[in-house]
């Protein structure tokens, strides 16, 4: 089984400051198997990246991903108010999904 | 325009059986591309997923509760059932279907998802 290990747990920041979010793996994880996911309270969680860096529909340009092998970061360049939420890493690999286990991005 | 959709009982009682039943829209059971996973939240803690289900019907579950755990679908109703038995309070959480997805260039990745239904294991 691989482990996603998201770090750090919280991040304080102010609107349009940059985040920088880290995900690794305790192996290596196929690229294309590699998402991101943004969830909002009373919501579900809503797909940002997949591929490692390919933006899905819909997200905006500030949200971007980057890596590969264990190290995968999701980089969100200036922060809107509405960016503020947790954030999730999620790979799939061997029939086997997993996610790791979330930063939050807070209001300083 | 894909939607899923959960439905299933509030509450249960520890000992008993959850069935749970993802209704989709907008897409096949039957496609190839697809397929159907289902993923828990306990209150205020990270993602679970539990178990997945392909076009081609093969199944996988998480290992730690693969003995509860059994997922089907039924491509004509375009419904996939998630059953756990042996229900216990630390199974409280709210519990996503999420459609998986293989694009054209090989990535997978669970584009769409259902609000998710709550379920709450008390006596």
């Known amino acids: 089984e691989i482990v996603l290990t998201q770090s750090p747990g919280t991040l304080s920041l102010s609107p349009g400051e940059r985040a920088t ?22 919501q579900a969680p809503r797909l940002l ?19 590969s092998g264990t190290d995968f970061t999701l980089t969100i ?19 086997w999904w997993t996610f790791g286990q979330g930063t939050k991005v807070e209001i300083k | 325009q894909v939607t ?8 249960v009682k520890p ?23 289902w993923i828990r939240q306990p209150p205020g803690k990270a993602l679970e997923w539990l178990a997945h289900i392909f076009s081609n019907d093969e199944k996988y ?5 693969k003995s509860r755990l059994s997922i089907s679908k039924d491509t004509s109703k375009s ?19 999420a459609r998986g997805y293989f694009d054209s260039l090989g990535n997978y990745y ?10 709450t294991v008390s006596s």
């Open chain 1, 49 to 67: 990246i997949y591929g490692a860096s390919s933006r899905a529909t819909g997200i905006p340009g500030r949200f971007s991903g980057s890596g």
């Open chain 2, 61 to 65: 579950y998480r290992t730690s509760l």
């Open chain 2, 79 to 97: 419904q996939v059932v998630l059953t756990m038995t042996n229900m216990d309070p630390v199974d409280t959480a709210t519990y996503h279907c």
């Open chain 2, 15 to 37: 000992t008993e059986t959850l069935t749970l039943t993802c209704s989709v829209s907008g897409f096949s059971l039957s496609n190839a591309r697809m397929g159907v996973s």
């Open chain 2, 110 to 119: 669970f584009d769409y998802w259902g609000q998710g239904t709550l379920v």
């Open chain 2, 4 to 11: 899923l959709k959960e439905s299933g009982p509030v509450l």
């Open chain 1, 21 to 42: 979010l880290s995900c690794r793996a305790s192996q290596s994880v196929s690229s294309s198997f590699l998402a991101w996911y943004q969830q909002k309270p009373g």
């Open chain 1, 77 to 95: 360049s200036r922060l809107e108010p509405e960016d503020f939420a947790v954030y999730y890493c999620q790979q799939y690999g061997n029939s």
